[in-house]
């Protein structure tokens, strides 16, 4: 899962940068370079921040010409897609934990972005919503 990210330089230097599919989510650095370092906490933060309204969080898109691609950690990019499955299904997490046969607490630890859950109970609970995780290598 891959965003993509645009570059604004300016003239001091310093950068910031914005992601098309994902607004409100900023970061900024000296450098690009160190603005690109900051990238992946922005969008866990936003996102930590969405799981909390139920809403939705935006896939990528193909980036464009020029843009630069920010890779999600593959427990995160899981973590998305669990949770935008709940939200298409309209699941509650206690009655994901009640299918999975888990305490709510363990699932709620599941659903943080904080904590680097194994894939595999990730792909347990997406399995729980009538769902597979596949994994590709590209």
């Given at each position: ?5 645009i ?10 940068l914005?992601?098309?599919d ?6 900024n650095?000296t450098?690009?370079d ?5 990238a ?12 909390g ?47 999975m046969g ?37």
């Open positions: 899962m891959r965003y993509p990210v570059v604004h330089k300016e003239k001091s230097g310093g950068c910031w914005s992601f098309p994902v607004p409100g989510t900023y970061t650095g450098s690009v160190d603005a690109l370092s900051h992946v906490d922005a969008l866990e933060t936003m996102f930590m921040y969405t799981f309204t139920g809403e939705m969080i935006p896939l990528p898109s193909p980036p464009k010409r020029g843009q630069k691609l920010i890779e999600l950690p593959p427990t995160v990019a899981a973590k998305v897609l669990l949770h935008n499955e709940m939200v298409k299904q309209k699941i509650r997490p206690i009655d994901l934990a009640r299918r888990i305490p709510r607490q363990e699932l709620t630890r599941v659903l943080s972005l904080k904590h680097r859950t194994k894939i595999d109970t990730t792909a347990q609970a997406l399995n729980a919503l009538g769902k597979r995780l596949e994994l590709n290598v590209a």
